[in-house]
């Protein structure tokens, strides 16, 4: 920046973007452009190039008056964020480049790669397990210290010695003695921190475990709460819920305790629901209309519900009810006639089919196995008998079906709120008619129909759907297949429906149906009913977001909120902002540092201070950084093309002088060249008028001599 010429136009921009940040930042003088400098912040965030270029390009682009421009890049050129790959569309309008390298000549790094609670809740019935991967790359350490802290308490620690290029595993178990309801979870704030090495900032990685005291799930079968385990009867649902209330198969396993709720499909109610976290449902013949809207109002507030065949289900019948053409709770509709057969005792040849391994896909299927050992899960299951779901059929159904019903509640709604403002309008003026009031009134029910919200907890989910548009909302209720079977026909098929989730599985619970149950392939079903109670819980803990969204009730929208992030010595003001017609929220958006931030409701303007005491609440969010950009590796010149497109690129070690001066770069060292040519015309303009005034006082002195006559004589008097 010193050596710029005067007069530059200086843009500083940081490649790990800012919400703090102006856009252009063009600096006229080099002390505002080294003050910009020294206001940039170390950031736990990832550096692609291809961001930086872009951000370049429009630099230039703005500053289009000025006639020649330099890019200069200045950072580690980190192998995984810095390959030219695909930079050629970000490079028109840009002629030159630097790529100024100051990685620095040590590359040793041990960092915290990953760190989770395993099955992502807890309770106070069982021991927690915390799973952190250790990675380290250069010289071998040993001693390495290991702490694990809950809350303000370190609750562990170890010693472990690593090796370049390896990764470790570590497990530390905890038992928890304080936990939420499921109406309001406790949150608890976790730390893994490893002792200091040169790069500090990626020692660590946080989380915020959920503790609730037993989830309620409802079970529902074909005998509810009336099995017969002395008579070996025995409902669809019930290795399920042993599998949920008791030892887990998977390494490091741990009890996880529900609050059980068995149910037939004619028993269920609201009262049921009203809690629940997760709806199991499998081995029922056929629901009930009743049953099917029930269910359909807890999945639409953000209920989730998994369904499997099994024992009298009946394709035919489910279809019938519980499709609806989208508006019921199948994810799709299903074909009439199922693929297979219940084996009989009698039987030696039973036919049957596995899974396609390579279709198991979505958060709900992923297992946290070694992939030896998820091979293995995958193989292990035998399938004897099936539904199919016509996941086509469904697709198009909600295509057109749902669009319009979207369309029709869109515009009723539009119509409501008009008539509501001209009501409350009316009544102020005291002209609102009996009739009006009538209709005021069954307008309302209708409304509150339409949203129901009867769910004892909120859903975490928390934009508001009415900013999506028709087609937004009708791509996201499409069903999708997160897995099939070797014959090809669907496994699982998972739907949205409002702000909740189902999934369905095409077979049974129980061995009749399928061997799920009695291999390691039980973790299949482990995996998805976990994934439906996490799914229930809002989000905590975050990985590099651009922003964060928690949701805020409609009576806060007044309230005075404060964040305080790491590092920070004060909390900071954080406004509410309109999500969507009736839904408010908090807005992230300066969350690039690591650690713990803390929200705080401070209370409603012209609360008393004990009433806002009374209303205050806090909340705890872990972010954490990419753990790619701990791993130091980078870019050599040799692995940079000279040239990507029409732009050339230049290498400049930390060492080297950075120019501004080259074929492109013309302006710098042109006004030499300028002052020389203007030397030299002053020079030959001198010369010039010199040999022209010279030839005039040769001409002028000339007229006062002698001119010889015709003869060439000289007259005789002028000798």
């Not at 940040?21 to 170390?42: F, G, M, Q, S």
């Not at 390009?57 to 695909?86: H, M, N, Y």
């Not at 009867?233 to 008791?246: A, D, I, K, Q, Y």
Request: aromatic share 6%; net charge neutral; hydrophobic share 40%.
């Amino acid at each position: 920046i010193d050596a710029l010429p005067a007069g530059s136009d200086i843009s500083v921009i940081p490649l790990c973007s800012d919400s703090r940040w102006h856009a252009r930042n063009v600096y006229a003088t080099k002390e505002d452009a080294l003050e910009a400098v020294n206001r940039i912040e170390i950031v736990d965030r990832a550096a692609p190039v291809t961001v930086g270029l872009a951000q370049a390009q429009r630099a230039c682009r703005l500053a289009s008056e000025i006639p020649t421009k330099r890019v200069v890049f200045i950072g580690d050129a980190q192998r995984r964020t810095w390959s030219p790959d695909g930079a050629e569309a970000y490079l028109q309008g840009i002629s030159d480049i630097q790529i100024v390298q100051v990685a620095p000549a040590e590359r040793t790094n041990t960092w915290v790669a990953d760190f989770k609670l395993l099955h992502g809740i807890a309770d106070t019935d069982s021991t927690a397990v915390f799973r952190a991967t250790i990675r380290h790359e250069g010289k071998p350490r040993s001693g390495v210290k290991v702490t694990l802290t809950i809350g303000n308490a370190v609750v562990a620690e170890r010693a472990v010695d690593l090796v370049g290029g390896h990764e470790m595993r570590l497990d530390f178990n905890h038992k928890f003695d304080v936990a939420g309801t499921s109406a309001e979870p406790l949150f608890v704030p976790a730390k893994l921190e490893l002792s200091t090495d040169r790069l500090a900032m990626d020692n660590y990685r946080t989380l915020i475990a959920p503790v609730v005291a037993r989830t309620p799930v409802v079970f529902i079968d074909q005998h509810g709460s009336n099995e017969r385990p002395d008579e070996n009867v025995f409902g669809e649902t019930s290795r399920v819920r042993r599998l949920l209330s008791s030892q887990s198969h998977g390494p490091g396993g741990q009890k996880q305790l529900v609050r059980q709720v068995l149910r037939t499909i004619d028993q269920v109610t609201r009262d049921d629901l009203k809690e629940a976290r997760l709806v199991v449902i499998a081995g029922v013949k056929s629901p009930s209309p009743e049953a099917v809207a029930l269910l359909r109002e807890y999945v639409e507030q953000g209920g989730n519900i998994f369904i499997a065949a099994g024992g009298a289900f009946d394709p035919v019948q489910w279809t019938a009810a519980a499709w609806r053409d989208g508006a019921g709770i199948l994810p799709a509709p299903l074909k009439d006639t199922p693929v297979g057969r219940v084996p009989e005792s009698s039987r030696t040849n039973v036919v049957s089919f596995g899974l396609d391994e390579p279709s198991i896909m979505g958060q709900a299927l992923y297992l946290d196995t070694t992939p030896e050992e998820t091979e293995k899960i995958l193989a292990s299951p035998r399938f004897f008998k099936i539904v199919v779901t016509d996941v086509a059929a469904g697709r198009n159904a909600i295509s057109q079906v749902e669009r319009k019903q979207i369309q029709r509640q869109r515009k009723w709604l539009t119509e409501y709120e008009a008539n509501e403002k001209r009501w409350a309008q009316l009544e102020r003026t005291g002209k609102l008619s009996a009739e009006e009031a009538k209709r005021r009134e069954r307008d309302r029910l209708a409304a509150a129909a339409m949203g129901p919200n009867w769910l004892a907890w909120r859903n975490p989910l928390a934009r508001d759907t009415a900013g999506l548009s028709v087609e937004d909302l009708v791509k996201a209720t499409q069903p999708r297949v997160l897995g099939r079977y070797d014959n090809g026909h669907p496994f699982v098929v998972q739907r949205e429906i409002g702000k909740g989730r189902v999934i369905m599985l095409t077979s049974g619970l129980w061995p009749s149906w399928n061997t799920l149950a009695l291999e390691n392939s039980v973790l299949l079903l482990d995996r998805i009913m976990r994934s439906l109670l996490i799914r229930s819980l809002p989000d905590r803990t975050f990985g590099p977001e651009q922003e964060i969204l928690i949701p805020v009730a409609a009576v806060d929208q007044a309230a005075d909120f404060a964040l305080q992030g790491p590092g920070d010595d004060e909390p900071r003001l954080q406004s509410v902002e309109a999500l969507g017609p009736r839904s408010y929220g908090l807005l992230l958006r300066s969350v690039q540092r690591r650690g713990l931030y803390r929200i705080q409701r401070k209370g409603l303007a012209g609360e008393s201070a004990d009433e806002g005491k009374k209303d205050a609440w806090t909340i705890m969010l872990a972010v954490n950084g990419p753990a790619e950009e701990s791993e130091l590796a980078s870019l050599t010149e040799a692995d940079v093309p000279a040239q990507i497109g029409q732009a050339s690129i230049s290498w400049v070690e930390a060492d080297e002088k950075i120019s501004l001066a080259g074929k492109t770069y013309i302006g710098h060292d042109f006004w030499k060249v300028l002052m020389l040519l203007t030397l030299a015309c002053v020079l030959l303009e001198m010369v010039l008028l010199t040999s022209w005034r010279l030839a005039g006082l040769a001409k002028a002195s000339g007229s006062d001599q002698a001119v010889p006559d015709q003869t060439g004589e000289v007259p005789e008097a002028t000798r």
